[in-house]
């Protein structure tokens, strides 16, 4: 039994999330289902983290193991031909030892989330950013945004339906930068709670507006109740971008 690391792209717009789903498609159904094709095996994935309906990743970090003797080229190129056309890639393959995990292994993710700042409505970007139409203040914001830094209790900024065991979390990074009418919040952090990251992106972009103080953010954090939240932004803008191991790079 070989175990496989595969680095994988996707857009989340078609799919339920990226865990399997009763109801709705997903992204683990769609390699699980491909590599059953390939190998034969009833596989299952394993990933660094779960994302919601209409988030997309860049490298989400995951791993199967498979009884048939493969290549990981070969292992790469033959799932992307049987997931096709599904939104699916991986666009990396390495053995692994069998104590690697994709998720347990994983001691940090790192998430980005793209907002489109002009009048005009979306062409291009059209399900893969939140369009704000009104002049939002980038400076104002990554100014609340190191409110959020550090160790604290998420309790504000988690979903209803979070099975985290523990609402407390050490956020690493959340910068916001401005690239023309582009805003870039970068987030990293250990681990995230469920919808942290939508839920911090939208109270910050009530700051942006100038519907919030910028000492706001920090209250509603202090509140540590879903209540004092703003908003939740919408899936589509959000995107995984790295999962970090100990034998690997750690520059988010």
């Known amino acids: 039994m070989t175990r496989f ?9 078609p799919f339920f999330g990226l865990q399997r789903q009763a109801d709705g498609p997903s992204v683990q159904q769609s390699i699980e289902e491909a590599a059953h094709a390939v190998t034969g095996e009833q596989v299952t994935l394993h990933s660094a983290g779960r994302t919601d309906s209409g988030v997309h990743a860049l490298a989400m970090r995951c791993h199967l193991d498979v009884a048939k003797d493969i290549d990981p080229f070969r292992l790469m190129q033959a799932l992307n031909a049987k997931m096709r056309p599904d ?7 390495e053995e692994k030892p069998d104590d690697w995990h994709a998720r347990f292994s994983c001691i940090g993710r790192s998430y980005e989330y793209r907002i489109r700042n002009r009048r005009a409505p979306l062409t291009l970007e059209k399900g893969r950013a939140w369009h704000i139409a009104r002049p939002l203040d980038a400076k104002a914001m990554h100014e609340a945004a190191q409110a959020l830094v550090g160790s604290h209790d998420f ?13 407390l979390k050490t956020l690493d990074r959340l910068d916001v930068s401005r690239e023309g009418d582009g805003i870039i919040i970068r987030a990293a952090a250990r681990s995230f709670l469920h919808h942290q990251v939508r839920s911090m992106v939208g109270c910050l972009a009530l700051v942006g507006q100038g519907s919030w103080r910028i000492d706001r953010l920090a209250e509603a954090l202090e509140a540590q109740d879903r209540a004092a939240l703003g908003l939740n932004a919408p899936p589509e803008g959000l995107y995984f971008v790295k999962a970090t191991y ?3 790079d750690r520059t988010p």
């Open 246 to 248: 100990p034998e690997e």
């Open 155 to 167: 309790t504000t900024f988690r979903s209803a339906h979070c099975q985290a065991a523990s609402p």
């Open 5 to 13: 690391a595969l680095t994988v792209e996707f857009d989340g717009g």
């Open 87 to 93: 939104p699916v890639a991986v666009i990396h393959c």
